[in-house]
């Protein structure tokens, strides 16, 4: 393994996994740290769940993962986290990254969430998605970690023990060299990490282009773009990827995020698909039960059911307050865990998921250890095959990711029904 990559989230883990792949890494993602040596791959990306846990458990599964990627041979270490950069004043992309700079003997690191594909680009420090600042894009309603800032260095420096460092698009314009140099003149100044500019892909490319070498890298999955370049220059890939297939049975769509993205993809689906919404006072009484959902399942299964928590933000906040916002979106992750179970007991080798936490909960509930990359479904969303497990495809989408007919389009490309 060459490239060893630690994502935060699942959904990130296949965005990320399937930029590499696309680029020609024969890439494998595994779920959780593996307890034996690796499937064969250029590039293996462990996805975790730690997004939105304490900081110092984020540190602590990270070190794990590094350490296993570190024992399989890898040369440089890639920790993604989310183009809207997920986190909150107390982490965890601050403290993580740190302890991996530490670990690693790194004297810096990039900071990069740019991803154009899906319209988050970073300009003078702010973060957009498409013509918004993130702070005005839906972000700051988030249901864990709601984007008030669109400054990435100011809510980076919350999270941080050192200063954080900056690298401007005038800068990067100026090509790989340029960028080499101004990184190294901030590593120089003490600032480990640094935020860097980029609008487009072209921007990727060049600053991978200057990362050869770096022991760490972080960002979201536009920049994992070009690193697979920098191995091949080096002669380095060649492995054949694990051939996907696609498998035909029945499929179920379930969705536990509540972007904006995810609540108009969900009305798209409702208006030809039958759909089952949890109820939060019914789940938190214990009264709708994942039992209950698989009996609905049961009966709608020719028409590729929905089960969902998806709420607007109004409802969501409402809810919140009434249960708790923690105690609430672990009722409902562990809903979705043991209904994931309780699917491919009955049958279910199709699944389409919407949202990173949602489909680490459903992962969890398939006792699968990897994922085979294949087809791209929509930007940033794989078409996967569960090993390790009974026969399951799977699709994860990332909150404010795919087109409004998504789950669709995702369940045709997993399989017939
Ligand atoms: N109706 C609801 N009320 C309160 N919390 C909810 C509700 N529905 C889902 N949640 C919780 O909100 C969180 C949504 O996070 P998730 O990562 O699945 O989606 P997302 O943040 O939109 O996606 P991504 O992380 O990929 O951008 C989960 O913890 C989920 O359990
Ligand atoms: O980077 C992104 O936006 C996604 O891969 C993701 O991490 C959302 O959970």
Not at 68 to 94: A, H, M, R, V
């Amino acid at each position: 393994m060459l490239l060893g990559c630690i994502a935060d989230d699942f959904t990130g883990a296949s965005d990320l996994a399937n930029t590499l792949a696309r680029q020609g890494m024969s890439t494998v993602q595994f779920v959780g740290v593996p307890d034996k040596p690796a499937l064969e791959c250029e590039a293996g990306v462990v996805a975790l769940k730690t997004r939105s846990i304490a900081p110092e458990e984020a540190v602590a599964q990270s070190l794990v993962a590094l350490d296993w990627l570190l024992e399989q041979g890898c040369q440089q270490i890639f920790f993604k986290y989310c183009s809207t950069f997920d986190s909150t004043p107390q982490g965890n992309i601050g403290p993580v990254a740190e302890a991996l700079l530490d670990a690693l003997g790194a004297h810096s690191a990039v900071v990069c969430p740019v991803f154009p594909a899906a319209g988050r680009r970073l300009f003078m420090g702010h973060l957009f998605v498409n013509d918004r600042l993130l702070s005005e894009s839906g972000m700051e309603k988030h249901p864990l970690n709601p984007m008030i800032d669109p400054d990435v260095r100011r809510w980076l420096r919350l999270q941080t023990k050192g200063e954080v460092g900056f690298v401007g698009y005038k800068q990067v314009r100026m090509g790989p060299e340029e960028i080499a140099a101004a990184l190294e003149a901030e590593a120089g100044a003490g600032r480990r990490l640094i935020v860097i500019d980029a609008v487009e892909d072209d921007d990727l490319f060049a600053i991978a282009a200057a990362l050869v070498g770096q022991k760490l890298v972080t960002g979201g999955s536009g920049l994992a773009l070009g690193l697979p370049e920098n191995f091949r220059r080096a002669g380095l890939l060649g492995k054949q990827s694990a051939p996907y297939t696609r498998l035909s049975g029945p499929g179920v769509a379930l969705s536990g995020s509540c972007s904006t993205a995810s609540q108009a993809q969900l009305a798209h689906y409702l208006k030809s698909h039958p759909g089952l919404a949890l109820d939060p006072a019914e789940l938190m009484a214990g009264r709708q039960t994942p039992d209950m959902a698989v009996a609905w399942i049961r009966e709608h299964l020719d028409s590729q059911p929905m089960v969902y928590s998806t709420a607007d933000p109004k409802q969501v906040a409402a809810d919140q307050i009434r249960f708790g916002r923690q105690e609430l979106a672990e009722r409902i992750e562990g809903f979705f865990r043991m209904l994931a179970t309780k699917l491919v007991e009955a049958g279910v080798v199709r699944i389409a998921v919407g949202g990173g936490e949602t489909s680490g909960s459903v992962v969890a509930g398939l006792d699968a250890h990897s994922l085979l990359i294949g087809p791209e479904i929509d930007p940033g969303v794989p078409a996967l095959a569960a090993i390790g497990t009974r026969p399951v495809r799977l699709a994860l989408k990332s909150g404010n990711f795919g087109a409004p007919d998504f789950y669709e389009k995702a369940l045709n490309a997993l399989g017939d029904g």
